[in-house]
């Protein structure tokens, strides 16, 4: 037997990388350098375009591209992932950089990285699946609109208003706009976003966002435009680590913050290697490996300038629709990545902060996917609630508590749906070997219920309810076979209904209870109850039996002899007898 050192260092085994993955490495290098190379084309403006939107500089964006990207792509779970600076993420982190600046956003960062290293540890990577894709679909949508808004105030050329809230801000841009225009930005941006969209679907393998990106820069320089500010000075390679911006006293205040930042990345991360998976035949991501890859990634992003890092399912669908076999090609992303922070930052310094702001429009709008939304507002209506509502607190809250809704109010439709599945449903009484004269009899005094579905909190009170109107009866019969689930308000609920049957002078009888449900029904008293003076049989007939011993006794039925299982009724019917 494993001592639990042992089960701890298997556990933590599990998720470094194993020798299977530097074999797959080697299978089919130039098809994964080629894929690499186009995913760095592809996100070089994204990471531009990110690490500006949150508000510490396009070199934060490219520093979590490289170290975030490199680090999730050797430890993670998933082959075909690719990690960096993602618009969900930005979401998420305008409000912190607001509030506490960029001090406050590394120590954030740090602090979920180690959140989610705890999380794998812990094996918490598969619950994942728990999350309704009505959820996954709104916060998607609301997602796409808050970074389409973020754009505007660069997109119109003005300066970015304060305040944290997007929708707020976005009006006092646009009002600035419209006192003094800036039709260059505008302009940029436009014919950025157009290109993009149009090149996309035209010729969708070329990465028409660095070609327009190029080009908005060459004309911007050579035309000397001063209206198309430039993102600014690069540093010209990566800042070396360093933990001088940790704050001991202000971890307290950051904790809500990380955790909004842990849940995000979790969440993105385990749905981008979902997404990944489901492009190809025989790909299989370790969800516990990947929330381990994305905390170290997490961890050192921080320590060399970068912000809190996701899988990018955008830059992961590239990579897969280039032909990426292995993780050799989002190593190769980072490493070319890396190749222009070094060499090519001054260049990368000229382009338009216009520009990338139509990159990330173009990437707001191809966010949305109108056929899965058309097919989720279809489905049922509280899949389009939970949609709506999960999209508009994303825009007008914020993410996390975006989810928070949306789950709950998943859970709550959830429970109201199964609820519905509880009957109390009156039936027929077996014949069996009864006189037409004598079952007639049955009839006017003995009513038979069956319980099908859970008897939970949701429904139980509906339950008492419908019971407790039974009328004109001296016994009532509860078959419980098919009971599915029962928790303690259910229990305590049937106990209620009983009582308040005795008190009306109703004898409550059930049949086949569960072993699985005595439990519950012991742990409040209700099953004393029910055993009272023999009333609780394995089956439906016995049950029957005892109710005709009963009304015997009242003289409501001619005596008939017991059955010999239950001899204290039968000598009762004896002595009535007599």
């Not at 406050?104 to 619950?127: E, F, N, P, Q, S």
């Not at 993102?231 to 933990?243: E, M």
């Not at 992303?333 to 990330?360: D, N, T």
């Not at 409040?524 to 055993?531: N, P």
């Amino acid at each position: 037997m494993k001592s639990g050192f042992d089960r701890v260092r298997t556990r933590l085994t599990a998720l470094l990388p194993t020798r299977t993955d530097l074999t797959e490495m080697g299978r089919t290098p130039r098809r994964d350098l080629l894929a690499g190379l186009t995913v760095a084309i592809v996100a070089l403006p994204l990471a531009l375009g990110f690490g500006v939107s949150s508000g510490l500089g396009a070199e934060t964006g490219l520093a979590t591209a490289v170290v975030a990207g490199a680090l999730a792509a050797v430890f993670g779970g998933s082959n075909l992932q690719v990690s960096g600076p993602t618009g969900a993420m930005t979401v998420v982190l305008v409000p912190i950089v607001a509030q506490h600046g960029s001090t406050g956003v590394l120590t954030v960062g740090l602090m979920a990285g180690l959140m989610l290293v705890a999380l794998a540890a812990l094996r918490a990577g598969k619950y994942m699946q728990y999350v309704p894709a009505p959820v996954v679909e709104g916060f998607t949508l609301g997602i796409a609109c808050v970074i389409g808004l973020q754009q505007v105030p660069n997109a119109l050329g003005v300066a970015a208003p304060e305040g944290d809230r997007v929708l707020v801000v976005t009006w006092r841009a646009i009002e600035e706009f419209a006192g003094h225009p800036n039709w260059t930005a505008l302009l940029f941006a436009a014919a950025v976003a157009v290109v993009m969209l149009v090149g996309a679907r035209w010729r969708p393998t070329i990465p028409f966002s660095i070609l327009a990106v190029i080009a908005a820069t060459i004309v911007a320089q050579l035309a000397d435009l001063d209206a198309a500010t430039p993102i600014g000075d690069l540093p010209s390679g990566l800042s070396a680590p360093t933990l001088g911006f940790l704050d001991p006293g202000t971890l307290g205040s950051l904790l809500a913050p990380a955790v909004a930042v842990a849940a995000l990345a979790a969440l993105e991360s385990l749905l981008s290697a979902s997404v990944a998976d489901g492009m190809t035949v025989g790909q299989k991501h370790d969800p516990d490996r990947e929330l381990f890859g994305q905390g170290l990634a997490n961890i050192a992003a921080p320590l060399f300038g970068g912000v809190p890092a996701t899988g990018a399912i955008a830059r992961t669908a590239v990579n897969v629709r280039t032909g990426a076999g292995s993780r050799l090609a989002a190593l190769t992303h980072a490493a070319i990545l890396a190749v222009i922070v070094f060499a090519a930052a001054p260049l990368v310094s000229r382009i338009p902060l216009a520009a990338l702001a139509g990159v990330l429009l173009a990437t707001a709008i191809r966010m949305v996917e109108v056929g899965a939304l058309r097919a989720m507002v279809k489905a049922t209506r509280s899949d389009a609630v939970i949609l709506v509502l999960t999209a508009v607190a994303t825009l007008v809250l914020d993410l996390v508590y975006a989810v928070i809704i949306g789950l709950v109010v998943a859970g709550a439709l959830a429970l109201r749906a199964v609820a519905k599945q509880a009957r109390l449903d009156q039936v027929e009484l077996d014949r069996g070997d009864h006189s037409a004269e004598e079952h007639a009899l049955l009839a006017e005094h003995i009513v038979a219920y069956r319980i099908d579905g859970p008897l939970f909190f949701a429904a139980a009170h509906r339950f008492l309810l419908e019971l407790s109107e039974v009328a004109d009866v001296r016994v009532v019969i509860l078959r419980m076979s098919r009971v599915s689930t029962m928790d303690a308000t259910g229990a305590l609920v049937l106990k209620d209904a009983v009582q308040k049957l005795h008190r009306r002078g109703i004898v409550v009888m059930t049949s086949g209870i569960r072993p699985g449900q005595r439990q519950v029904l012991d742990s409040v008293g209700a099953l004393d109850l029910l055993r009272l003076e023999g009333r609780e049989y394995a089956t439906t007939p016995e049950a029957i039996r005892g109710a005709r011993d009963h009304l015997a006794l009242a003289g409501l039925l001619p005596f008939v002899p017991a059955p010999a299982s239950t001899p204290d009724i039968r000598a009762a019917n004896e002595e009535a007898a007599r």
